[in-house]
């Protein structure tokens, strides 16, 4: 008695759930007219042959070295692999298991006729599977010329229209996009937006909390600006892998400017793009073993005037003298890296310490208050007309939850009382539980009054408080919120704030130091001209 395994397979092109009991009723009746025993059935559903990543598949190959059967019986060919590589490093792992290969509808046995008969079955299953690709993509393409949806879930922020087929705003999720875009060039970091989004009650398609990754994607998207895009990610490599970040030539991808509702401002999509190019060159400002003030805001202004590029300035440590004191520096990256800068160190305290007292000046102080009192003023009303749109979303699905619970009371009034509809009922009240919360949260940061002057001046001292305690973490975030960038020259450096404080002898929020005379390293002289 010969002991076999049936191996059953459907792809979700072309076949349907129903193949898989008409190649099983083949199978059991050659194994009873030959006398096969069948001692276990493995069948993967919707998976197509070209790759090996089918679980029954290699559950089948892992258990033909436990000697439970000696052959693996298929319908055909084609439903162990369509791939000849797959197919024949599979083969050789069963000959090596002593485990056959049987066809039903092929007649194959082990003469060199079978062999080749064999492998021309195999060229024509893998010709058949990349020509139906090739069909395929040529459909798909037609569909991309018209801006039409070509298949699987829209990105985030938009649906479908089920008659034409376009692409419409999801009015549900545009304030997740454009939340996501705003905090980012407001200077926000990936945990701040995903908290943020977490807070507004935001989900992914699958009712998951957005993460990092989703927020890459989706600030990496072009198609928020209104660019219908199609076959840009490269497809699989030779090993059946694919890298979504791995893009194909530009003839090969369909742009179509305007083919896409437009989210997102191009200005908008260019800034944080290059906002995210600038970081992907300051991998080690969160790794740093010392805390600099300034990491990410201080570059080297030789650079950019000899090469037309910044560089960013990096901290450096080093031992010096007798007793091997520590000096902790900012220093140009492309000195070190291409040894063609000549720009020199500067010490950490000083360029630091000129910082600090010029927010003091120009910012922190009685003068600057008033002016910086009604920017804030105005910066608060627009992000009230924020909050009261996002107050009306989050209301919108408030009511949709409330009409979910009122068909779950209806049907249980009616004497459909089970399990699943208390735990749903359950759930729906928890969940209107939160929205309500969501809703209050809202509508209290939308009537928050302006902030005043004396409120203004509280912070000015808690910020000389930090200055005091040396509390380097609270003045790092004081430095980011108002210091736009410094630019360090052989000569001088320059500091450029983000608020436009008006002033009558400097309209221009730029502040210079004089360097001369300074050695590497050396303390710049106090004096400063504006």
Do not use: W
């Not at 059967?69 to 319908?75: E, Q, R, S, Y």
């Not at 003298?321 to 063609?340: D, I, S």
């Amino acid at each position: 008695m010969r002991y076999v395994a049936p191996y059953l397979r459907y792809s979700s092109d072309n076949q349907r759930e129903e193949s898989i009991e008409a190649q099983l009723r083949a199978i059991e009746a050659y194994c009873e007219k030959n006398s096969l025993k069948i001692v276990k059935v493995y069948a993967d559903r919707a998976k197509t042959a070209t790759s090996d990543k089918r679980p029954e598949f290699q559950q089948m190959i892992a258990d033909s070295a436990k000697g439970l059967f000696d052959t693996i019986i298929v319908h055909k060919l084609d439903r162990f692999s369509r791939n000849k590589y797959d197919s024949a490093n599979y083969k050789r792992i069963l000959k090596a298991n002593g485990v056959k290969l049987l066809s039903i509808t092929e007649n194959l046995d082990d003469s060199p006729e079978s062999v080749i008969l064999e492998s021309l079955l195999e060229g024509m299953a893998e010709y058949y599977s990349k020509n139906l690709a090739r069909e395929v993509m040529k459909g798909m393409k037609e569909t991309a010329f018209q801006c039409k949806h070509t298949g699987g879930l829209p990105p985030i922020g938009y649906k479908v229209d089920p008659n034409t087929k376009q692409y419409l705003i999801n009015e549900d999720e545009r304030g997740m996009i454009e939340t996501i875009f705003s905090m980012f060039l407001e200077g926000n970091g990936y945990n701040q937006i995903v908290t943020a989004l977490a807070e507004k009650g935001y989900r992914s398609r699958y009712g998951r909390a957005i993460g990092k990754n989703v927020l890459h994607g989706i600030l990496r998207n072009e198609k928020y600006t209104g660019v219908y895009i199609f076959n840009l990610a490269s497809g699989k490599d030779a090993f059946g892998k694919r890298n979504s970040h791995r893009t194909k030539n530009p003839e090969e991808v369909i742009r179509i400017e305007g083919g896409m509702p437009q989210i997102i401002s191009k200005g908008d999509f260019q800034l944080v793009q290059e906002k995210m190019n600038a970081a992907k060159h300051k991998p080690g400002r969160h790794k740093a073993k010392e805390l600099y003030l300034l990491s990410g805001l201080i570059v080297c202004g030789e650079c950019l005037k000899n090469y037309g590029h910044e560089y960013a300035l990096l901290g450096n440590t080093k031992h010096c003298g007798r007793n091997k004191l520590k000096y902790v520096t900012y220093r140009c990256g492309n000195r070190e890296r291409t040894k063609q800068c000549g720009n020199k160190e500067l010490r950490r305290e000083y360029v630091e310490s000129y910082v600090v007292a010029q927010l003091y000046e120009k910012i922190f102080n009685e003068q600057s208050i008033p002016q910086l009192a009604r920017q804030l003023a105005e910066f608060q009303a627009k992000k009230d007309v924020s909050y009261r749109n996002e107050e009306a979303r989050i209301a919108k699905n408030l009511r949709e939850t409330e009409k979910q619970i009122e068909n779950v009371v209806n049907a249980v009034a009616t004497g459909l009382a089970n399990a699943a509809l208390m735990g749903k009922l359950n759930e729906l009240e928890q969940q209107k539980e939160a929205i309500e919360k969501q809703i209050v949260l809202y509508r209290s940061k939308a009537q928050k009054s302006a902030v005043s002057e004396d409120a203004l001046k509280q912070l000015l001292a808690a910020f000389k408080d930090h200055v005091t305690d040396r509390n380097i973490p609270e003045i790092k975030k004081f430095v980011g919120s108002y210091v736009e960038k410094v630019i360090v020259y052989k000569e001088h450096v320059e500091l450029i704030l983000k608020l436009n404080i008006e002033e009558s002898k400097n309209p221009q929020p730029r502040a210079v130091v004089d360097l001369h005379g300074g050695g590497e390293g050396s303390h710049p002289p106090l004096s400063t001209e504006i």
